[in-house]
């Protein structure tokens, strides 16, 4: 008869029956490392959006985002410097204007305003518009923008007795990264543009940032997945904002992502430790170290917040960044004692020390987490365990969602989702995350009912060996004689 059975099912009839399996896993979803989100200050850049920089545009940063007094793109760049291959990044504050520029054309006496140059963004940066006739060609002229000693754009156009007003407002709109064209209200001058060298413009005004410009930044990063969230901002404020947000996603299903905060070291140890151990949250890091490079410049704060950030997000889960070296260090800001750096390990600090032959490298890589309760146990205060149970969770998360909907609540369905999480559990064995012996079984204390199913996965992460203990054994012996 060639009827299909279920699994467990018992036909009353005798006959031949079947059924047929997938013998592979289904799709297992991998991870993905390398992505920090930040917020920035600067001059330049859209304000309240979401900027993706990849790795290869690192070297670009001042052309893109700008700088400024004030401005903290570093963050940017020491994310970059850490090993993150992506930063989603957000210009903060509200408010600020655009700088401006007319352009005149040569109108006899009196030369007319034709074209209004805006910058595209608000902010105090500025540039310098040059128009000069092209060296060796009679035909075409050119339009300049320069900053400081660069020439950060030029746009040709064609030389004119009325119509240059018109195609290089154009052009502009088309072309420019900097600047929108727009031809003069009313203009009905020669058509023709004035030349100039190296006009300043009228520059712009920066945006302001408070507490409540960090906070709507921080909402913007909501839909995107990240490794870590790091801030500019060194105000335990601002770190507090950041705290009850990673908190508040990480719940609401953002699994993978850690919130970094530092503070440099001018702040007193023990507030450092102290702020440190208030966060107690394996989803938070506390940077509270730092270090100089060759050139006697500091890290530390922010920067070395960023750099951190970028290493931890790059490395996969089943290294550890303890003991790690940091790139380009030549010593510690600060040389503590013993019981220092033993104090701040138990406050859930990070920090820098040096190897015997004087290498930087992290003390212990290590969250905030100081006092596991409930369900906690003390594997969520390192980041490299605390890495792979988050990347477990989220592995099985996107491997099982695209099956939501699409199975039924039976033996069927629920032996087709412990048959995939079980995958993401060889796989990450196999990646030498997880150790063997996990297990994944329906929850016998929550039986299946109507659209629900309940499911318990036990696995044993992997430590790293950080402490090595050695016993010698020596005895008295009489050297011999020959």
Known sequence: MGVFFTIGEKKDRPGVYQRYENRGTGPLAGIVNGIVAAVYKSNWGPVGEVETIGSDEAGGLTARMGGGANATVDVVTEAFNGGATTVLAVRLGSGGTQGTLALKDTTADTPADAIKLTTK?????????????????????????????????????????????????????????????????SYSGTGKLALIAEQAITPGTDPTTNTETYSEAFTLLEPYRFNVLVTDSNEVAVHALLSAYIERVYQGGKLECFGLVAEPTSVDLETRMSHAKAFNSYNMIYVGGGWKDATGTRYEGYKAGARMAGMIAAIASNLSLTHTSISGATEPLERLTDSQYKATIQSGMLTFSTSADGIVWVESAITTLVKPEGEDDEGWMKIKRTKIRKELMARVSDSVEPLIGQINNDSDGQANVIKIAKGVCETMKNEKKLLDGYTVELDEANPPQGDSAWFVIQADDIDSLEKAYFIYGFRYSPNSVA
Do not use: H, Q
């Open 121 to 185: 963004y608000p902010g105090s940066r500025t540039f310098k518009i040059t128009i000069r006739e092209k060296l060796g060609d009679s035909t075409a002229r050119e339009f300049l923008v320069t900053e400081g000693d660069m020439v950060r754009e030029k746009i040709e156009f064609a030389v004119s007795t009325n119509g240059e007003v018109d195609e290089l407002t154009g052009l502009i709109n088309e072309r420019s990264s900097y600047f929108t064209a727009e031809k003069a209200t």
